[in-house]
Structure formats: structure tokens, C-alpha cells
């Protein structure tokens, strides 16, 4: 589980391992939130992202994986 602020940090650690498809849950940043209801469905949809990506075949999230990069910032890319 990581947030969408670390979420391309993730993804170049998991292909820097040997695991570019390793699947991860990406919540909201910042993560925390003074209303409460949207607490509640952000906890709900994290929720969701867990059961499927604990219930869901390994191919199926690798070509889920592979299909949705987050690719890093321009500011932090070399020039």
C-alpha cells in the first residue's frame, strides 16, 4: 500500500528488485482528512483495492500492472 505521492518510487523499487509487476494499493494523498465521510469511502474503496488485489490471480494483476504505469515527475527525472 503506498500513496499516489511514493506510488512511482513503488513502482521503480518493485522494477529495480526484479518484480516490475508487482502489484501495490494506491491511496489518496494526503491520507488523512478532517471529513469524515470521505474518510469513510476512501477507507471503503482502500478496502476494495485490498480484496482484489489479495482474491485476484497473479497474471491477471501482472497484465493489470503493466497496464497502468505511474510514471515519475519531469522535476525529478535527469536532463
Known sequence: MVST??????Q???????????PFVVVPHPVGD???ALVERRGADI?????HALTTSAEVLAHEVSEHPFPLPDAVMPR
Not at 5 to 10: H, K
Not at 14 to 22: F, K, Q, S, V, Y
Request: charged content about 15%.
Open 34 to 36: 478532517r471529513d469524515m
Open 12 to 22: 521503480v523499487t518493485a522494477e529495480g528488485i526484479g518484480h516490475p509487476t508487482l
Open 47 to 51: 478496502a476494495e483495492q485490498c480484496v
Open 5 to 10: 505521492a511514493f506510488a512511482p518510487l513503488a
